[in-house]
Nanobody, 132 residues
Framework: QVQVVESGGGSVQAGGSLRLSCVASVVSGYTSGQLFMGWFRQAPGKEREGVASIYPGGSRTYYADSVAGRFTISQDNAKKSYLQMNSLTPEDTAMYYC???????????????????????WGQGTQVTVSS
């Protein structure tokens, strides 16, 4: 079992920046395979959207088109992830979730990183509100 906790949300004016942090902790049991982490968001009345993810080991990053060039995902190690969000717009307002999964190489990471079902462990979410 892996516990995921995110932090760093808040309110900011359009054009501003925020940095979200996420820590994944193994609570019980042994997690074999490669732990990977990603960020999702969900605005009221909309489906959960994959925002960014990072390949196990950190060699590659992936972004939704809507945030590419403005958001940057990074990690300190396999269990700490960050999402730097710049040039925020009101359209970025949402609950942001950190998620973690165990990658067993049975699917193409680049083609499915944004699918929520690929992630097993989820944080409670942190609210990001961008005002115009």
């Amino acid at each position: 079992q892996v516990q995921v906790v995110e932090s760093g949300g808040g309110s900011v004016q359009a054009g501003g920046s925020l940095r979200l942090s996420c820590v994944a902790s193994v609570v019980s049991g042994y997690t074999s395979g490669q732990l990977f982490m990603g960020w999702f968001r969900q605005a009221p009345g909309k489906e959960r959207e994959g925002v960014a993810s990072i390949y196990p080991g950190g060699s590659r990053t992936y972004y939704a088109d809507s945030v590419a060039g403005r958001f940057t995902i990074s990690q300190d190690n396999a269990k700490k992830s960050y999402l730097q969000m710049n040039s925020l717009t009101p359209e970025d307002t949402a609950m942001y979730y950190c998620a973690a999964g165990v990658y067993d190489e049975s699917w193409w990471f680049s083609s499915a990183w944004y699918i929520p079902e690929r992630y097993t462990y989820w944080g409670q979410g942190t609210q990001v509100t961008v005002s115009s």
